[in-house]
């Protein structure tokens, strides 16, 4: 007479058990793949990491100075209201830097064309040479950048932070 006390397993069991390994390791190598394919993660969709390209940029133009304090993608009207909000009765004709002309991207259409970075300092006048309007100083550097081949766009100088430049993105 066998006693089993529930110490034997029967082949049943054993079979199910890999099943459930199995399917848990596919489903480990899914999440994995997905997340290191080109735009995975949680993080590759927000709009700080849309314009991480020209950030680099927007510090050296500040040199170093002030506190990283807003970053969205902006457009052409944004940029137009901001720049009258400043203080620059109409926008410079010419920009700081031609635009370029940006080929459509196919592999990425979440890439702006534009992002506005906004650094809290003190800017003495002169001490941005290209902002605008000209030997104006303040506490906000407000600068737009072209994103798909990073170049600087703007920079404007004012002493508080211009209402449609404070929509609800990503403040710090």
Not at 8 to 36: D, Y
Not at 152 to 172: G, Q
Request: net charge positive.
């Amino acid at each position: 007479m066998t006693v089993s006390f529930g110490f034997r397993r029967s082949h049943r069991s054993r079979a199910a058990r890999r099943c459930r390994v199995l399917a848990g390791a596919v489903l480990a190598g899914l999440v994995v793949a997905g997340c290191a394919a080109p735009g995975g993660g949680a993080s590759a969709h927000n709009d700080v990491d849309r314009c991480a390209a020209v950030l680099p940029l927007a510090s050296e133009v500040v040199h170093g100075r002030g506190t990283l304090t807003l970053v969205r993608p902006i457009n052409k009207a944004d940029v137009d209201a901001i720049t009258r909000e400043a203080g620059v009765a109409s926008p410079p004709t010419p920009p700081l830097t031609k635009q370029p002309q940006a080929s459509p991207s196919p592999a990425n259409p979440s890439i702006p064309r534009a992002c506005l970075i906004v650094y809290r300092g003190d800017y003495p006048a002169g001490t941005i040479p290209s902002a605008l309007p000209p030997g104006v100083s303040g506490q906000y550097a407000l600068i737009v950048a072209w994103v798909r081949r990073p170049a600087l766009y703007r920079v404007l100088i004012t002493s508080s932070l211009p209402a449609s430049a404070k929509r609800s993105w990503w403040h710090f």
